[in-house]
């Protein structure tokens, strides 16, 4: 399946390119159909077929509270632009897995979905908060579930993050410490937080 690596900073005391080309590059290894990164300093996403050089937009990553990366392996959607991150006005949407009841031609299962959950925000015309607008969508198309998938979605509005995932499958792991929040899907890039600060990590139960 693909790999999720969301890095949020809270207190940079070093600069973080270094480690999150380490990381995006274990990951590629072996989810080699494309790369896509979101930094939120300008609020962009770059998508590439080959593994990209983080060092190339090296300024937007430093000034960054938050990046996310993926590495996929693709089950359908195989053209660029299915590539994650998935990008609007109000959201950023990574997904690793198969969610078969959003793939209806679209493209992509995560296409799909991604389509479907911002129609679903844009009718919602109920004084609910953001918040509750996400989680009423997300059960809503939810309620039926074919797939196992691990799905973080980063609202840029309120720079809250939503994660969710199937029940069993597949893995995420949270890593947390005073100065950063690392999130990734593969245990072995907690291998590279030393590259981060000295500084201990916990790892969360989620």
């Known amino acids: 399946?693909?790999?999720i690596n969301a890095l949020y900073v809270k207190k940079k005391v070093k600069n973080i390119t270094p480690f999150l080309m380490a990381v995006s590059s274990h990951s590629f290894a072996n989810n080699s159909h494309g790369e896509g990164i979101y930094t939120s300093s300008n609020n962009e996403v770059r998508k590439n077929e080959n593994k990209m050089n983080y060092f190339e937009f090296e300024d937007d990553i430093e000034n960054s509270e938050v990046v996310i990366t993926h590495q996929r392996l693709a089950t359908s959607g195989f053209e660029l632009e299915f590539n994650h991150p998935f990008i609007n006005k109000n959201f950023v949407l990574v997904h690793n897995g198969i969610i078969n009841q959003f793939q209806n031609g679209t493209g992509s299962d995560t296409y799909g979905f991604w389509m479907k959950f911002n129609d679903e925000f844009n009718m919602i015309?109920?004084?609910?908060?953001?918040e509750e607008k996400v989680?009423?969508?997300i059960s809503k198309l939810f309620r039926i579930d074919e797939g196992s998938y691990s799905?973080?979605?980063y609202d840029r509005v309120t720079t809250q993050s939503f994660y969710f995932k199937s029940e069993d499958y597949p893995s995420i792991y949270f890593y947390e410490n005073d100065e950063y929040l690392f999130i990734t899907s593969i245990s072995d890039n907690s291998i590279f937080l030393p590259m981060l600060t000295n500084k201990e990590f916990k790892q969360l139960d989620i």
């Open 1 to 3: 399946m693909c790999n």
């Open 125 to 130: 015309t109920s004084h609910i908060s953001r």
């Open 135 to 137: 989680k009423k969508i």
């Open 151 to 153: 799905i973080l979605i």
